[in-house]
């Protein structure tokens, strides 16, 4: 009797088991077969893209002005905040975009959110910051070991989290290290279509200004602000007003080189005496934001505004995102609150 019980309880255990286990074998062949669908779609798909020429573009700066000019500030470094470097920027009413990483946003989500009201923009930068193996990286983090699904996941991820901590959803991208690629050799394929597609504009880390008329908004060249002296960015200014252009300053740290300890470091003299000059209107300089000039440009251009290409919405994409994305905005939360409570402690 016993053993018959107990050779009905294994037929059931074994029942459950197998059911388990094919359960789980489906799952992981859907899941591989829809990342690898995405991975097809990704590469094969067109890039929908009215050609003009712009040849009969009559362009022009608002109020008169010359040139544009944007500074921005890459990775949410604390001494973007703590050394005074967006106060400098609402000392003289400028608008800068700041495209973050999202776990350096942590203890400072306060800040940020008072930052996008006082109309700061906040761009996206990734979720990992993934760079070329040669800088350095963790080797899974490289993009030679990147696909094209997996720099959309980590793009959309920070999307995601940006929305939910700051509320707002960024329309500006900033790709890191100014790197464009995912893999390696013949596999090596470019993600500039994949930043076309959601955003109004992506800015590199190369050296140049913006020809507002033919300039490809998912490729802006910009000109490092770390460690020069204004006298070194005013002939970049002066060379973007002679041609008409638009200038995007970006930098890292604020403060003073040897405060910091990092080697990519914006002075605050420098900042405060462009945030002046660009100020005087005299000087006919547009500054502003990175988003507020690309729409102009895209508006004189006579072209569509921004919208988020939905054929780039893939299910696998979005669930990895989502899960991603609860799991950092977790992490953050509790960064955050360990952050006040150490501060209330610390004011005991
Ligand atoms: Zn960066």
């Known amino acids: 009797m016993n053993i018959r019980k107990l050779l009905t309880f294994g037929r059931k255990q074994f029942v459950w088991l197998s059911i388990t286990f094919n359960i789980v074998l489906i799952l992981l062949v859907f899941i591989f077969v829809l990342k690898y669908e995405t991975e097809v779609y990704f590469s094969e798909q067109f890039y929908p893209m009215e050609y003009t020429t712009r040849d009969t573009v009559n362009f022009f700066w608002p109020d008169n002005n010359k040139m ?16 005074g470097g967006i106060s ?19 203890p400072h989500i306060d800040d940020w959110k008072r930052a996008i009201e006082n109309g700061h923009e906040i761009g996206n930068h990734t979720t990992t ?5 040669n800088f350095g990286w963790h080797r899974r983090k490289t993009l030679e070991n990147y696909s094209l699904t997996d720099i959309y996941n980590d793009i959309n991820t920070a999307n995601k989290i940006i929305a939910e901590v700051l509320g707002v959803q960024p329309v500006s991208f900033a790709y890191p290290c100014g790197q464009t690629f995912v893999g390696m ?13 959601m955003f109004e504009s992506g800015r590199l880390y190369s050296s140049g200004t913006v020809n507002p008329v033919f300039c490809d908004m998912a ?11 204004f006298e070194e960015i005013l002939e970049l200014i002066e060379n973007a007003r002679k041609k008409g252009q638009w200038l995007i300053l970006t930098g890292h740290d604020v403060g003073e080189h040897n405060d910091t300890g990092y080697n990519l470091v914006t002075s605050k003299i420098t900042l405060e005496a462009i945030c002046k000059y660009a100020s005087d209107p005299t000087n006919g300089i547009w500054i502003d934001n990175v988003h507020n000039i690309a729409s102009y440009i895209n508006d004189k251009r006579d072209e569509k505004p921004f919208i988020y ?17 609860v799991c950092y905005i ?12 150490g501060q209330k402690i610390k004011s005991l």
């Open 330 to 341: 977790s992490k953050m939360k509790i960064a955050y609150y360990k952050y006040k409570i």
């Open 309 to 325: 290409l939905s054929e780039y919405k893939k299910p696998s994409g979005s669930l990895y995102s989502k899960l991603w994305s």
């Open 88 to 106: 400098i920027l609402d000392k003289y009413d400028v608008k800068g975009t700041f495209y973050v990483s999202p776990e350096n946003l942590a």
């Open 219 to 229: 490729q802006l060249p910009a000109e490092s602000i770390d460690n020069k002296s």
């Open 185 to 197: 050799g013949v596999n090596a394929k470019s993600y500039v279509p994949l930043i076309s597609s």
């Open 129 to 133: 910051h993934p760079c070329s193996v």
């Open 68 to 83: 544009a000019l944007s500074i921005t500030f890459d990775d949410a470094r604390i001494s973007q905040i703590d050394s």
